[in-house]
């Protein structure tokens, strides 16, 4: 059953043809890596994926849409603003609820930022920040994840755990990658993008990182 | 000079402020200008700091003023942000700023009499306007990505709140702090109406020619402003906020039949209130605009333009003062001191020191708008240019002046001054309490005569007249592409 669907999905920059025309289907629990060099298009395709998404989808941009003046807890919260009554989301502004606060700080410590509740966002290193994306996308326990570059700025054993816990959150996703390592292990299906169309798109198994070589 | 826009707006300027010359009364009636002057100067350098007492009550009432009308109208400002999208709002919201707050305490006075209420009201209400106005403009520019990143059933008010206005928060507050500065000068001059602030004791002294004490209410008041960054620390916020209403003072017992009457009946146009309907309004109405709104609006409009030129050339050789491009730190900070001064001096209390000065005429009008908007322009101006990269072996002295830097700051220079057209207007207009007959000088005297009604009509000629301004000079800015994010308004 397919989670996503689009057809002749297409975008222009300045006038200039960007992306597509391409169509793509998503099938529910498909696990998708987006593969292809930078500038290819793999955000653009992701970010249009995203506005035609149902609700319930979580959405982790490459500038990561952290509000570096709030706290870490408020920036992880905010994967759940569409669940709680506008009263009880503008106290958890002004003052964390012991309720939300314990599950934050459970994902915060499986992803190493235990100590970090409080501090701003802002203060943060790159890593760090993009963890806290990720503990907001967790949070969010959605249906659809849509990821672009969730752990460019980790290094390798720490990347791995951080993939593995999205994935094993969001059993459907697509994550652009451009890591060709980590978009065969945690990945079920590979799409290459290359000059704004589909390039390649194959299920992982039958792929080799020799094979995805051309695309970049 | 002609090709180009903003020469050509320069000129034209110019043009119209030297045609203006003739028709103004610029003459100096005092018998003895200078000699009063120098008592002044006398007074200012030998403060009497002696009454203790009567200053401390001045100044905390002044802050207290300042504290809660300045809050309140943040908090306001920044509800009303959160509905600036519709047009509606923002009408209201120009509308209320485009009144001066003497005008706004002038009303409440009729209302409420002289009580806290009055001066409160009379800060919080414009300012709630040009809080809504400035708080939308930096909560529009933040960054929109997280709002994006939210869940996508979210609501808009919780995106706001959890996005875009923590995104603005840092601007927001150090707007927030500018305005405190331009609520102090608000809460100040308040007194020469009649309210307890600075103003009041300021004007009893004059008037019995305590120069001394003069000096020492100015002196304490610089001092008060220069140090902001010091006593006006973030924690320390809340509680000035918690202890100025009680610094407010008890003022007079509210009588509200007065309040009820002001509303439904003295500002009743009188041709209505007495039965003759709309046919009596007509008369009524055209008698006020040939006899007092027209010729106030002439002398606002005259005096206005040679105010405007005159900050322009009085803030382009001001800047120089504190420009690093120019050597010598003890003139630099000389040229600080002068340029706080100028510009932490209320515009009004300028005018009504050199009016006793120099007697009734636009002279000191013109002189104190130019005095005060001249300084916060050429101290905008020349921390501008210090950003300006010069050239290893760059020309000295006025060469350095007049080809290097002036041409570089006088875009910016330019939306400075435009953007306080409307600010100089308001300011004009008010000056007739004083006794130059621009359209305060109408709507004090309808108050004197108790007729309301009139009062009322003129306020709103001055509104109207004011947003018209606001409206060209952002035209003029637009046209001569001119962008620079405002600093203070009043």
Redesign the interface.
Known sequence: MAILAVNDLSASYGGERVLGPLSLSLASGERVALVGRSGAGKSTLLSLL?DE?????????Q????????SVF?NVY??????HT?LY??CN?LFPLKKPRGEVQGILDRLGLGDKLREPAGELSGGQRQRV?VA?ALY?Q?SLLLADEPVSALDGPLARRVMAALTEAYPTSVIALHDVELALAFSDRIIGIQDGHIALDEPSARLTAADLQPLY | MLRSRTGLTTLAFIGVALACLPFSDLAITTLNPWQELQRLLYGLVTPDLTATNELFTAFTRTLAYAFTGVALGAVIGFLLTTLFSSRLVRAFCAFIRSIHEIFWALIFLQCFGIHPLSGVLAIAIPFAGIFAKVYSEIIDEADP???????????R???Y???QV??A??HLRTYTAYRLECGLRSSAILGFIGLPTLGFHLEAAFSQGYYSQVGALLLVFYVLIATMRLWLRPRLVPVYLLAAPFFLGEGLPIIWGNVTRFVTQDIVPRPLREGEGWEGLQPWLTEILANQALPGIWNTLLLTQMALVATGVLALLAFPLISTHFTGPVRRTSGHVLLVIARSTPEYMLAYLLLQLWGPSMLPAVVALALHNGGIIGHLVGRMSDEVPLRKGAPIGFNRYAWELVPRVYPPFLAFLFYRWEIIMRETAILGILGITTLGFYVEGAIQEIRFDRAMVLILITALLNIGVDALSRRIRAWLRLRTRPTCEA
């Open positions: 995203y998404a149902e609700s319930g989808t979580a959405y982790m941009p500038d990561l849409g952290l509000v570096d003046t709030l408020h905010m994967g759940q603003l569409d669940r506008t989301s503008l502004l994306a907001r969010q959605g | 990505l997280p709002a994006r990143a939210a869940p996508k059933n979210t609501r008010l919780l995106r709140f959890f996005t923590p995104e928060w840092p």
